[in-house]
């Protein structure tokens, strides 16, 4: 006789992924789920839009109409509520507003925003009204947002040239929507160092640089396994630290898979003997 588990006594940390499907499996809910698995977590998703694209670059996308982003978002707050909650690309503000309008309907918790506006190729993946809408309604939900360079200079406006920088305009966003920012540091040539601000200060995780080409999916694997943590019971620091060593462990592990920006190798602790 094969006896199970009872649901109070069977427990597993559940995230949610918001975001949009990656038919290459490197980004995307496709890591989102992958790293949620690899770190022991339940993952549940729901698709924001449908891609097609791979190491190359992005091809196409479709995107997904707002009342059925409403009606997936229902299904899961509705049964399995999640612990915390990732959130990747959104292609239009509509997408945004009805998913910050569940949010607050549910009570969603530990929400980590990863606020992707151009993929890893360099294909622009959300509109500028997607990101206004991503300001006024989203941000001031999250815990924490997660922008690389990039993103922080479009939504502070400006340039980052220095770490100073960087930790000046980390602080300045934390303060403006309330929340932790992860400005993550990894465009810089010799160093992979992030600068993490909240409730007015910031502190530097430090990293050594992993020269490999192969990064598509780096900040989806990142957000979700903040969450994944965050979802395990984590503190904020802990959480990001975590992540970003799992993160570190995904690159190193040097996975080689088709023509252009290659995958991650998420499931590289399941591998190691």
Not at 26 to 38: P, R
Not at 65 to 91: H, R
Not at 151 to 165: M, N
Not at 212 to 229: E, Q, R
Request: net charge neutral; proline share 3%.
């Amino acid at each position: 006789m094969i006896h199970t588990e009872s649901k109070d006594n069977a427990k597993m940390p559940t995230v949610l992924t918001v975001a949009g499907s990656d038919c290459s499996g490197g980004a995307g809910i496709q890591a989102d789920l992958k790293t949620m698995t690899a770190l022991g977590c339940y993952g549940m998703s729901v698709i924001t839009a449908l891609t097609a694209q791979n190491t190359l670059g992005v091809q196409g996308r479709l995107n997904i109409f707002e009342d059925f982003i409403g009606l997936q978002l229902d299904s899961v707050f509705q049964d399995i509520f999640p612990d915390a909650v990732k959130c990747g690309m959104f292609s239009t503000p509509e997408a945004v507003r009805i998913t910050a309008q569940k949010f607050a309907k549910y009570g969603a918790k530990n929400i980590v925003v990863d606020p992707v506006m151009v993929s890893t190729s360099g294909s622009t993946l959300t509109c500028s009204a997607a990101v206004r809408e991503m300001k006024s309604s989203l941000f001031p939900l999250a815990t924490i947002i997660t922008p690389n360079m990039k993103e922080a200079e479009a939504l502070s406006g400006k340039e980052i040239r220095t770490p100073e920088d960087m930790e000046q305009i980390a602080i300045a966003l934390s303060r403006e929507y309330g929340c932790a920012v992860l400005l993550k540091g990894g465009h810089f040539e010799n160093a992979s160092n992030d600068c993490l601000a909240t409730k007015g200060t910031a502190i530097w995780l430090k990293h050594a640089k992993i020269y490999n080409p192969n990064t598509h999916g780096t900040g989806c694997t990142l957000s979700s396994a903040i969450a994944s943590y965050l979802a395990m019971g984590e503190d904020l620091v802990t959480s990001v630290i975590k992540a970003k060593e799992y993160l570190t462990g995904a690159i190193a592990a040097n996975l080689n898979l088709g023509h252009g920006r290659g995958p991650l190798n998420h499931a590289y602790k399941l591998h190691r003997s």
